[in-house]
């Protein structure tokens, strides 16, 4: 009797170690899992869902997205979702194969970053090809409006948190801006008039348009493709004419080509990053989109003085 006595509590505390374990994987199961696709989404979301909600990558950090080919990595990755940010207008193509490899393209909430950005075709391309520009994230105003994009609809979906994310959203935004007002403090007095410029590929149209400045040729007719022998000695004899003095080339995806074009026109090139590559962090869009701005600043005030 005695035995038995003294084998309730231990059955008990079994028990409720066994309830715990079920409440705890019932929680662990209904954090929101948010899927992304590219690098600036990583630190949108990361920011709107604080330890709300786990964020997962689709793809591995040190992927190019540019022309990437789904792993079999991607299409276990991609069950694991609730819901899947993506840019939806030609950025990450790859992930809606990912979607019909894996049978998910009807069962995964798909959120569309760019609902509500004002689109921009591709600037100074090589054939006056109008191609809706994807690089939207590249911007201070159209991140901006992503972020509140997903926050909203990261809040219909997981209603309990709407307020969370709506709140941390602006937060974010805030620092955004920030970094527009830094920028905006580095070229006081500058004469814009000067600037003339041309760019690798159409990855900075959106920050460029949004600083008021225009892009006169695009080099590359698409990332990482390069152009022609004719298309090269079109761009360059249109880089001439324009009188274009700076010329921005892709941080972390360096080209030889962009050697050859500063040599044959005089240009002074800088490097702008891609916001594309590396470990993803929530810190990643903020760092380097002040790196670009200020890279920007530099530029415009070199030209502005005559040094380009």
Known sequence: MLSRIRTVPKTLALACL????LGSQAAHAARLKVGITLHPYYSFVANIVGDRADVIPLIDADANPHGYAPQSADMIR???????VVNGIGHDTWAFEI????GMRKKLVLIY???????????????????????TFISTTAAIQQVYTIA?????????????????????????????????????????????????????????QELGLQVTAVIEPRHGVEPTARQLAETIDRIKAAKVNV??????????????????????MYSISHISSGKYTPEKFIDEMRENLTTLATAINDTARGGA
């Open 18 to 21: 066994a309830a715990l374990a």
């Open 99 to 102: 979607l019909d490899a894996a």
């Open 247 to 268: 010329l921005f080339a892709e941080k972390y995806f360096a080209s030889k080509l962009s050697d050859t074009i500063r040599q044959a026109t005089g240009v002074r």
């Open 152 to 208: 909203r609809r990261l809040g219909e979906i997981d209603k309990a948190n709407a307020t969370f994310y709506r709140d941390n959203a602006r937060k974010y935004a805030l620092n955004i801006r920030k970094l527009r007002a830094e920028f905006d403090t580095r070229i006081a007095g500058a004469d814009l008039s000067k600037f003339r410029c041309a760019t690798m590929h159409s990855g900075y149209d959106y920050i460029l």
């Open 78 to 84: 991609i069950m694991s979702m609730d819901v899947l």
């Open 113 to 135: 970053a760019n609902d509500g950005v004002s689109l921009i075709p591709v600037a100074g391309a090589p054939a006056g090809e109008k191609v809706v520009n994807p690089h």
